[in-house]
Structures are given as structure tokens and as C-alpha cells.
């Protein structure tokens, strides 16, 4: 049972964790009732809470029918990746240029830390798949990522950033499925970390540039093979 002194916002993470775990799946027709009888709560907070989840890209609500889980296109991983790659390279670039000051040896250190957390998680439970870890795994390094533009004081990069989180946490979530992805994401961190590290902006560049293309790829390739043709996509009702 939900406390009742913030079920709007419980019910939310919820339904958002069961997204991201892949608890719900994205060929199911959801409703508010079915929701609300999976978390024991009444509809009001479900609804209020799938109409913020709406807003933040993760569900589309089909009037007269119901929820779904959103699909992301192929054309939406490129265009994302392409908004990505422009503002962490020159992110990763500006931090660089600026490595000798107190401030970014400070930031720097504080990105480091988060990487060593990604690598030690590796350490402990290796490279597997699961639900918990991937979405563990993938928030850190959201976390780095963010960081890093942080630095810039850039009041913009931050709103677009925080306009595409939850199409990066999708997609985040869905390739550190495949096996080797979580090692080679925090190695190609740590690329990123060493240019930052030797005050080389161009190589910084590259490196943001490279793990942001190698991430997109790896789905652009997952999606390739997991296309079904339109007429086998048809929705199960859930509840």
C-alpha cells in the first residue's frame, strides 16, 4: 500500500520504474484502473500521475482506449543522438580548456567519482543484464553526463537536456541490455575523463562524440532486428 501523503508523486515512480524495469510492457493496452488496482490506490493520483508521465514522454494516453507505454522510432534515436552529441562534445570540450582552474579540477573530481562508482558496480556483479542494475547503472551515468554540462553554467544545455531525460533513459536502459555494453560505456567514460584530465579539448570533443554515436548504433542495430511488420503490432489489452 502507496502512503497516502504523496501518492500523486509515488504513484508516478511507480508506474515509472515499471517502465524503465520493463514490468510493463510496450505491446499492452493499460488503463487507469488497472494501475491503480497494481499499486492499491485509488485512480485520482493514477490519473494525475499518467498525465505528467505523458508530459515527460513515457506513455501515450489514446482516448477511448487507453495507456500505452511510448515507442521510440529509429528517427527519434538519431535526432536524439545528434542533440546529445552536439552539446556533450562541446561540454566535455569547455571543461577541458578549463581543467587547470580550481573549479574544474573540483567538478572533475566530482565526475571521476561517479565513473568509479559505474566501474566498482561492474566489479561487483559483473557485466549481466537485470531490470534493477540497468536502471541503476544507467542513472549514474546520467549523472556523469550531466555533470559535465553542468559546468558550463548554461542555463539552455540544462533544459534541453532535462527536456530529452526520459528518451535517454529509455534508450540508456534498453542497451546496457546487451552484454558488454556497461564495460565499454564506462571505458569510453574514462576517454572522456583522460582528455578532460590532459587539458585537450579536440580530444575531449571526440571522445563525448564517440560515446554518444557508439550508444546509438547499438540501438539503431537492436531496433533493426527487432522490427515486426505493422500488422502483427496489435495491442493486448491489460485489466
Keep these: 500500500m502507496i502512503v497516502k501523503a504523496t501518492l500523486y508523486e509515488q504513484a ?8 524503465l524495469k520493463g514490468t510493463f510492457k510496450r505491446d499492452r493496452l493499460y488503463c487507469e484502473q488497472w494501475f491503480a488496482d497494481y499499486l492499491n490506490i485509488s485512480r485520482t493520483p493514477v490519473r494525475d500521475a499518467c498525465l505528467r508521465l505523458k508530459r515527460d514522454q513515457y506513455i501515450d494516453i489514446i482516448p477511448n482506449r487507453g495507456i500505452v507505454i511510448k515507442e521510440i522510432s ?7 543522438s545528434q542533440l546529445r552529441s552536439s552539446i556533450d562534445s562541446f561540454c566535455a570540450a569547455y571543461l577541458a580548456e578549463r581543467i587547470d582552474t580550481p573549479e574544474a579540477r573540483k567538478q572533475y573530481e566530482k565526475i571521476k567519482t561517479i565513473n568509479d562508482q559505474e566501474q566498482r558496480m561492474l566489479l561487483e556483479l559483473g557485466n549481466i543484464s537485470d531490470h534493477s542494475i540497468d536502471v541503476e547503472f544507467i542513472q549514474l551515468d546520467l549523472e556523469f553526463h550531466k ?4 559546468f558550463t553554467g548554461n542555463r539552455r544545455f540544462m533544459e534541453i537536456n532535462n527536456e530529452i531525460y526520459s528518451y535517454i533513459n529509455l534508450l540508456g536502459v534498453e542497451v546496457v541490455k546487451i552484454d558488454t555494453r556497461k564495460q565499454e560505456s564506462v571505458d569510453e567514460n574514462e576517454a572522456i575523463l583522460a582528455a578532460i584530465a590532459s587539458g585537450d579539448p579536440i580530444a575531449a570533443f571526440k571522445a563525448a562524440r564517440y560515446h554518444v554515436e557508439a550508444i546509438a548504433k547499438r540501438l539503431l542495430k537492436m531496433m ?5 511488420p505493422e500488422a502483427q503490432q496489435d495491442l493486448n489489452r491489460v485489466g
Excluded: F
Excluded at 529509429?74 to 536524439?80: N, P, T
Design 12 to 19: 508516478y515512480k511507480k508506474i515509472k520504474e515499471g517502465i
Design 224 to 228: 533493426e532486428r527487432q522490427e515486426k
Design 147 to 150: 555533470e559535465i554540462i553542468g
Design 74 to 80: 529509429s528517427q527519434q534515436v538519431i535526432e536524439i
